[in-house]
T-cell receptor, first 108, second 114 residues
Framework: SQQGEEDPQALSIQEGENATMNCSYKTSINNLQWYRQNSGRGLVHLILIRSNEREKHSGRLRVTLDTSKKSSSLLITASRAADTASYFCATDANDMRFGAGTRLTVKP | DTEVTQTPKHLVMGMTNKKSLKCEQHMGHRAMYWYKQKAKKPPELMFVYSYEKLSINESVPSRFSPECPNSSLLNLHLHALQPEDSALYLC?????????????FGPGTRLTVT
């Protein structure tokens, strides 16, 4: 069963703009992870944030976690056409559960 | 080596066939996973092996049979599948089980059941 729910389901932006995706979950977690998937391929891990962390950065990625609201956000700054992919959040809660995902399209 | 390999890349099988999917990692990871992913849907967890023992079976039909011959290999044996089992099957591994560490995914096997 699914744990996280992302919104929006789809997002289309121009190159250079920022993209923000949100994830909400239902149960207590130890950590939350974000993954990217290019069309029909395996998933690539982007960032892991632990339940006692509030914000984490990795290059152009910024992830926040609000455990009181059971939500997380992924911000991609200065987007590129190569960022076009589906983005999933995943929570552990004993085993990994993926959200429905956000399909991001970055237009050149 | 941070790669998870999966073979075959594509598989077409009839409903009476028996086939196997293979997954391999050489990162010394102690947990390995099978996921099923339908088009435009998130991956759904099927099985988790932790220290070569099956620790989670997400109520998957018995026509899917996992096997972990050693710490580097994971197989998924398929028998008498249905057309609705057509999907992308993803293998992953992680250093620690239970979602404590990132998962490394293979490229997947695209399965078509005819």
């Amino acid at each position: 069963s699914q744990q996280g729910e992302e919104d929006p389901q789809a997002l289309s932006i121009q190159e250079g703009e920022n993209a923000t995706m949100n994830c909400s979950y239902k149960t207590s977690i130890n950590n939350l992870q974000w993954y990217r998937q290019n069309s029909g391929r395996g998933l690539v891990h982007l960032i892991l944030i632990r339940s006692n962390e509030r914000e984490k950065h990795s290059g152009r990625l910024r992830v926040t976690l609000d455990t009181s609201k059971k939500s997380s956000s992924l911000l991609i700054t200065a987007s590129r056409a190569a960022d076009t992919a589906s983005y999933f959040c995943a929570t552990d809660a004993n085993d990994m559960r993926f959200g429905a995902g956000t399909r991001l399209t970055v237009k050149p | 080596d941070t790669e998870v390999t999966q073979t075959p890349k594509h598989l077409v099988m009839g409903m009476t066939n028996k086939k196997s999917l293979k997954c391999e990692q050489h990162m010394g990871h102690r947990a390995m996973y099978w996921y099923k992913q339908k088009a435009k849907k998130p991956p759904e967890l099927m099985f988790v092996y932790s220290y070569e023992k099956l620790s989670i079976n997400e109520s998957v039909p018995s026509r899917f049979s996992p096997e972990c011959p050693n710490s580097s290999l994971l197989n998924l044996h398929l028998h008498a599948l249905q057309p609705e089992d057509s999907a992308l099957y993803l293998c992953a591994s992680s250093q620690d089980p239970g979602g404590w560490s990132e998962q490394y995914f293979g490229p997947g096997t695209r399965l078509t059941v005819t």
